[in-house]
């Protein structure tokens, strides 16, 4: 240990041990740690019509469990997800649309806004050169919050918030995110993995789902059914009401007045935290743990035992949790999960990993058990990590690429509620914290 590095360890210890602050105080002056009030639901803060996330009820002022809603714009998203397949389309770029402008769009609409984002996939003059390979991350979340700073650069009228300036800078975006995150992916590979490094340009005729895995494989080769249930994760993950953390971020840095591109980078910077949009790795890296350590997968006893071991914090990371499990809001179940779950039985079937699949179900099934036995919590249900992250995995796509997919599809989510910050709230977000310290008096240096 090099002598900067002990100063910085001394300094450590005092920057602890000066902000514990006493647990006893959020009771006592009612302080709502993390935005949740004491039965765990969230302290509403704001109102929106772009999302709306159902997961409990209240009986005689009691919070009860209740079966798991998700609706764009007032719209069951299971609605949403069976129209377009019925249709045999993509529905991501449709959803898009609803979230943004808050209607269904006519063909004829739908049309334009997707020849509007074919336009703007290709990354301005020099882009890729100058902000992406001159300067690759290790991270690609991390890449991908730089990159959209570094597009302000890039905008002729950066700073313009008329709506209609927003709109043409949210479109731009959304359709910027896949080009975003395969460039940055393949800069990382390329400079820190020593693997080739593949440019393709993005095809304006493509879908967003289509373009992403067109731009990550060196070949460009994908199949209608990867592309279609690539399409469905992105549906599912675009949106998820004003109060999820990367959403309540853009908002609040919406709320100052700040420019687009601050404002995106900023959900995406919220999105990479493993409490959050990081949680799919999580998952897998759980279930990893879990086929190395049990030697029969389908023996519940074991498995159980092992998930015991799990939240007694005795293995994988210690903290505690089941990650795919449990979630702020839904109670019964996760409609995400339920979509989700099912698309990843026929894909499991169709690649030969039916073993694997009916290892994640029995985790989620002895979970709710384990947890029941260990905490008395008989409520609780997966949630769409546990198996967002299987399917990626059975689509070839790199865990690197995991939260950045959770960000192509959010972005949508973003920018919607930022247009409704601007129009509907028209004021700075400024909460406020409570001082539990007395004054103290001003001592010289030379008497410290």
């Known amino acids: 240990m090099n002598d900067e590095q002990k100063i910085i360890n001394k300094f450590s210890v005092l920057a602890e041990k000066n902000n514990i602050i006493n647990p006893e105080f959020y009771l006592k002056y009612d ?35 209740d079966d798991g809603i998700l609706r764009y714009r007032q719209i069951d998203v299971k609605d949403l997800v069976e129209g377009f397949q019925e249709d045999n389309r993509f529905g991501f770029e449709e959803i898009c649309y609803l979230l943004l402008f808050g209607e269904l769009p006519t063909k ?68 910027r995110f896949p080009t975003l995150i395969a460039y940055g992916y393949q800069a990382k590979i390329h400079y820190y993995d020593g693997e080739s490094l593949f440019i393709h340009w993005p095809k304006k005729e493509l879908s967003t789902a289509e373009n992403i ?23 599912l993950h675009a949106e998820h009401g004003g109060g999820n953390n990367s959403t309540f971020t853009t908002r609040v840095v919406s709320s100052t007045g700040s420019d687009t591109y601050s404002a995106i980078s900023s959900g995406v910077g919220s999105l990479r935290g493993p ?31 092992y998930l015991k071991k799990i939240i007694n914090k005795q293995a994988f990371d210690k903290t505690g949790l089941i990650y795919g499990m449990g979630h702020a809001i839904y109670t019964l179940s996760d409609p995400r999960a339920e979509i989700l779950k099912q698309k990843a039985l026929e894909l499991a ?68 509620h930022r247009i409704e910050e601007l129009v509907s709230v028209q004021k700075i ?16 240096i030379n008497k410290r």
């Open 31 to 65: 302080v709502k740690k993390g935005l949740r009030n004491q039965d765990g639901t969230g302290v509403i803060v704001g109102l929106t019509e772009i999302g709306e996330v159902h997961g409990y009820k209240f009986i005689d002022g009691k919070k009860t469990p």
């Open 108 to 175: 004829n609409q739908i049309d334009v806004f997707c020849e509007l984002l074919g336009k703007y996939r290709i990354l301005p003059e020099g882009f890729t050169e100058d902000m992406v390979l001159k300067s690759p991350s290790i991270d690609v979340m991390n890449k991908l919050a730089r990159s959209i700073l570094a597009l302000y650069s890039y905008d002729k009228n950066p700073d313009d918030l008329t709506i209609s300036n927003i709109v043409r800078q949210s479109i731009e975006l959304i359709a």
């Open 213 to 235: 895995l067109y731009l990550i494989r060196p070949d460009n080769k994908y199949t209608k059914t990867e592309a279609k249930l690539l399409d469905l994760a992105l549906v």
């Open 275 to 305: 409490k959050h949009g990081g949680a799919n790795l999580k998952v897998v890296a759980m279930l990893e743990e879990i086929k190395s350590n049990i030697s029969d997968w389908l023996d519940d006893q074991e498995i159980k035992n």
């Open 349 to 416: 079937i169709e690649k030969g990993r039916i073993d694997e699949y009916n290892l994640y179900c029995k985790v989620e099934e002895l979970s709710k058990i384990v947890y029941e036995e260990s905490k008395g919590s008989k409520v609780l249900c997966s949630n769409v990590d546990l198996y967002s992250g299987f399917v990626y995995n059975m689509l070839n796509i790199p865990l690197e690429l995991y939260t950045p997919l959770f960000a192509v599809a959010r972005i949508s989510g973003w920018c919607a």
């Open 429 to 444: 977000i400024r909460p406020a914290y409570q001082n539990i310290i007395t004054g103290k008096e001003y001592i010289s």
